[in-house]
């Protein structure tokens, strides 16, 4: 459009200049009629119009559901190990009084009602009189105690049968003294002394004393009124006073040759010499001991064994009632 109305403006200013240049000669013509004179169209400028812009076109898209993105692999997380001695102290604290001392966990007493109990595994000791009295009848004593004390388990009246692990080398004193219905002991080999009245008053009728032991205490097996059999190993050098005092249902035993020591001599309130461990056995008929002692029966309740050395220190009844000699 700039251009046209430029172009006009150029032709316009020319047209005006020839004519002021000669103006003399200049002559006017003469007018065309009107039917011949061409009208020219009148230029009309564009209106300029803004560009439009296009209409906007919404699409209606169904929604795009979200990628499901799977969590990271991640190792499985190993679970929190528990502390075995917490574990071990909410088993004990139920039924027992314990006590640790350094790395063992001594049971100091049965505080709980069950008949049958079950020591948890990781105990290393039962203490002196930790049972004494109670009324079980059964008990499980892991192989992790190495040590039961003196009188623990005396007049457990109910108790039946037990094991000792393998780990408990000494049968302490009084361990099951007058523990009346216990019929079923098990020791291990590896036990090297029975304590005095270990099995007092017991209801067991056979014992097999373990090879390893070198004694048996005094009183031992006093009382165990139906002990009918029991076996003394080569092991055994020393057997306590009394050891088998009232086993009335014993008939025989034998002594083998590696005891070098029985105590033989308890005095009654008559001041009479009883002779040791066999006082009151009134069914004993024969005790065996080699050749070196004699076998012999004084008045009805008493039975013993003596060396040829101690004959002289023995009352002459004696001599009227020896009646075997080995």
């Given at each position: 459009m700039r251009k046209i109305i430029a172009s006009l403006?150029?032709?316009?200013?020319?047209?005006?200049?020839?004519?002021?240049?000669?103006?003399?000669?200049?002559?006017?013509?003469?007018?065309?009629?009107e039917s011949e004179m061409p009208t020219a169209s009148p230029t009309i400028a564009p209106t300029f119009q803004p560009p439009v812009a296009s209409p906007a076109i919404t699409t209606t898209k169904p929604p795009t559901a979200a990628p499901t993105i799977a969590p990271p692999t991640q190792p499985p997380t190993a679970a929190p190990t528990a502390d075995p001695l917490d574990e071990l102290k909410q088993k004990l604290a139920k039924d027992f009084k314990y006590e640790i001392d350094g790395d063992n966990i001594i049971i100091i007493k049965y505080t709980g009602s069950a008949a049958e109990v079950d020591i948890p595994d990781g105990v290393t000791a039962i203490g002196k009189e930790a049972f004494s009295g109670s009324t079980i009848t059964s008990i499980l004593i892991?192989?992790?105690?190495?040590s039961i004390g003196e009188s623990a388990f005396w007049h457990c009246m109910e108790l039946t049968s037990i094991i000792i692990p393998d780990n408990v080398t000494i049968i302490s004193d009084d361990l099951f003294a007058h523990c009346y219905g216990l019929a079923d002991i098990k020791i291990s080999d590896n036990v090297t002394y029975i304590g005095k009245q270990a099995f007092q008053a017991?209801?067991?009728?056979?014992?097999?004393?373990?090879?390893?032991?070198?004694?048996?205490?005094?009183?031992?097996?006093?009382?165990?009124?139906?002990?009918?059999?029991?076996?003394?190993?080569?092991?055994?050098?020393?057997?306590?006073?009394?050891?088998?005092?009232?086993?009335?249902?014993?008939?025989?035993?034998?002594?083998?040759?590696?005891?070098?020591?029985?105590?033989?001599?308890?005095?009654?309130?008559?001041?009479?010499?009883?002779?040791?461990?066999?006082?009151?056995?009134?069914?004993?008929?024969a005790v065996y001991k080699g050749i070196s002692y004699y076998v012999g029966i004084v008045g009805y309740e008493t039975m013993g064994v003596i060396?040829?050395?101690?004959?002289?220190?023995?009352?002459?009844?004696?001599?009227?009632?020896?009646?075997?000699?080995?």
């Open positions: 403006s150029l032709i316009f200013i020319l047209g005006m200049t020839a004519c002021a240049g000669d103006k003399s000669s200049f002559t006017p013509a003469a007018p065309a009629a892991p192989d992790s105690v190495a017991c209801n067991i009728t056979s014992f097999i004393i373990p090879d390893g032991i070198a004694g048996i205490g005094a009183w031992t097996f006093s009382g165990c009124e139906r002990l009918t059999d029991i076996v003394i190993p080569d092991s055994v050098t020393s057997i306590g006073e009394a050891a088998f005092r009232n086993c009335t249902a014993l008939t025989n035993i034998v002594i083998p040759d590696s005891v070098t020591n029985i105590d033989m001599w308890q005095r009654n309130e008559k001041d009479e010499i009883l002779l040791g461990p066999f006082v009151g056995c009134e069914n004993l008929t060396t040829l050395g101690e004959m002289r220190d023995l009352p002459q009844r004696f001599y009227d009632t020896v009646n075997n000699i080995n």
